[in-house]
């Protein structure tokens, strides 16, 4: 599968809440986030852009740590947990829909900066990269039904956002 960050170094991005409406329509899994800004990555998997969101909840509701096959956790200078990389909940987005979020300027720059320090490092890019590998050939060529359950559905969404282009 080629994977690669999109203009290959990592940037973040916000996603129009219209779209997100639209997924959300199609797959309950789809992030709403009503009212807030949703923030990621993009990166191209094949023929096709995902947005993969973050979090500032890094854990779940129940205090236990997401699924590490699905997750990147994001850490501060000292070592804690602040936010972590869904790509169980990544979702294909064509071109218009994204933005590029200016981090200097944005009144959660410091928040997003420690965010963006760590996404940004190459160790932490080696295993954005293998975890998509990872969940994308669990999904679509082994059919692990686990993954599957709480994974968005990539080729439902694929439809829809090649439907979107057309609008």
Known sequence: MKIHLKDNKIALYDIESDYRQYLFQYDFRVNLKLGRRFVG?????????????????????????????????????SHEIIAA?????????????????????????????NEYIYLK????REEIERKINNVVNAIFVKKDEFLTSFCCDYLKLQALCDQWKYK
């Not at 993009?42 to 852009?49: M, R, S």
């Not at 490092?121 to 932490?124: A, G, P």
């Open 85 to 113: 990389l869904l790509i169980n909940n990544m979702i294909p987005v064509p071109q218009g829909v994204y933005k590029k979020i200016d981090i200097n300027n944005d009144k959660y720059k410091d928040y997003l900066n």
């Open 121 to 124: 490092k190459q160790s932490t």
């Open 41 to 77: 990555i993009i990166v191209g998997i094949e023929d096709y852009t995902y947005f993969i969101p973050l979090t500032s909840k890094p854990l779940r509701k129940n205090g236990k740590r997401r699924n590490p096959r699905t997750t990147v956790e994001i850490y501060n200078e």
